[in-house]
């Protein structure tokens, strides 16, 4: 049977796995279901499976041949706290939680490749699989590293793919550099002495102080950062006073900043502050600042690019590569792999055109089905360009 033919042989299945995976979804560090159904199937296809490395994450590892060297592939185990609008059979049977990102996607093309990958003699070394815990928001991944997952099993490369609506459904795309960006959270209390709305000149307006740094934090990007350096800074809650007659005496503003260049991390840590300071002196009120470092930017090495390049290329067709293409400003914790590993590179695959709220974390988000087979070849394709038999 050829590989094309085997790959279309077990599609099927492992769309069953995936309906399955979303029929049953489980939020960050609470995924004991879902790693008990891939530790399963692991152990079912004869890879080796460790399930003690950190918290819920699965992690399996293939030999083949003499080579020594090793890679690694990697999936996302969790779902959001989304209540789901998708009108599908399979349909999220936990009220508010859903697979909204595609991770059940993406964990069973991985499990269909390994799958393949234990009856195949196509490559020379180990490939370690990685279903990991937590990928949204919790940094599953760095608690891996931190775990000891690098130390315990060293490798020279690590991939991932994710589905990407509105990417033109069934292309890949990797570009050398940037593909993802970094993310910062910040949350200032603005504090000040409450007062009857009817007698302002009694207190100090952490309200009026609040408003001014949701304006004047603008600047930040506008100018304090080179123009040629993407980055967003977004104020998206502002939360204060429980009363219209009476003016609260604490107001709290939270955030989020993105960008590709890490060092900007100190420089928006540093100016918001300022900002904050200055604004709540302005209105004789006062400001104390949270700034998290959250995930850092995912950056495709060369090399590791240059390797999905002919992948995708074994995979699609040159025709359906693209490596020229704008980076997303979201943020994705393989960060943390790719910069443990130091090489590998992170890919989107095409899930084409989608509608209101059918987007990545959107309440009627559907997994593009139609890509199934292409995340296995493609992870497969890997796996034999990285580990080539008599390489």
């Known amino acids: 049977m050829r590989e094309n033919d085997r790959i279309a042989a077990i599609v099927p299945e492992v769309i069953g796995w995936r309906q399955a995976i979303h029929a049953n979804p489980e939020l960050g560090f609470a995924e004991h279901e879902t790693a008990a159904f891939v530790a399963a199937k692991l152990k079912e296809f004869g890879l080796t499976v460790h399930t003690d490395v950190s918290a819920t994450a699965v992690i399996a590892t293939l030999i083949k041949g003499t080579s020594g060297k090793a890679i690694a592939l990697r999936a996302e185990l969790d779902a959001l706290p989304i209540k789901e609008a998708a009108n599908v059979i399979y349909a999220s049977q936990k009220d508010g939680v859903m697979h909204a990102c595609g991770h059940d996607g993406h964990t069973a093309m991985l499990l269909g490749a390994a799958k393949l990958l234990a009856e195949s003699e196509s490559f020379d070394g180990q490939v370690m699989f990685v279903f990991q815990p937590a990928e949204e928001v919790l940094g599953g991944g760095k608690k891996m590293i931190e775990d000891g997952l690098l130390k315990r099993f060293p490798v020279e490369q690590v991939f991932a793919v994710h589905n990407w609506p509105g990417f033109p459904e069934g292309h890949i795309g990797v570009r050398a550099g940037p593909q993802m960006a970094a993310v910062d959270d ?206």
């Open 186 to 391: 910040f949350e200032i209390v603005f504090r000040g002495s409450g007062c009857h709305a009817a007698m302002p000149h009694l207190g100090d307006d952490p309200l009026l102080a609040a408003a001014s740094f949701a304006s004047a934090i603008q600047r930040l990007v506008s100018r304090s950062i080179d123009p040629l350096s993407p980055a967003v800074l977004s104020v998206t809650q502002i939360h204060g006073g429980r009363f219209n007659n009476f003016v609260p005496g604490e107001v709290k503003v939270e955030g989020t900043c993105r960008f590709y260049d890490r060092a900007l991390s100190d420089h928006c840590a540093a100016e918001i502050e300022r900002v904050a300071t200055s604004c709540a002196a302005m209105h004789g009120a006062s400001a104390g600042l949270i700034y998290k470092r959250g995930y850092p930017p995912v950056v495709n090495p060369a090399g590791g690019a240059a390797l999905a390049v002919q992948a995708g290329t074994d995979t699609v067709g040159v025709e359906r590569v693209a490596t020229d293409f704008q980076p997303s400003m979201g943020c994705e914790d393989f960060a943390f792999l790719l910069q443990g590993v130091g090489d590998g590179a992170y890919v989107w695959i095409g899930a084409g055109d989608v509608g209101p709220g059918a987007g990545l974390h959107g309440d009627r988000f559907v997994f593009n089905d139609a890509i199934v087979p292409i995340g296995i070849r493609f992870f497969l394709n890997v796996v034999q360009r990285a580990l080539p038999v008599g390489g």
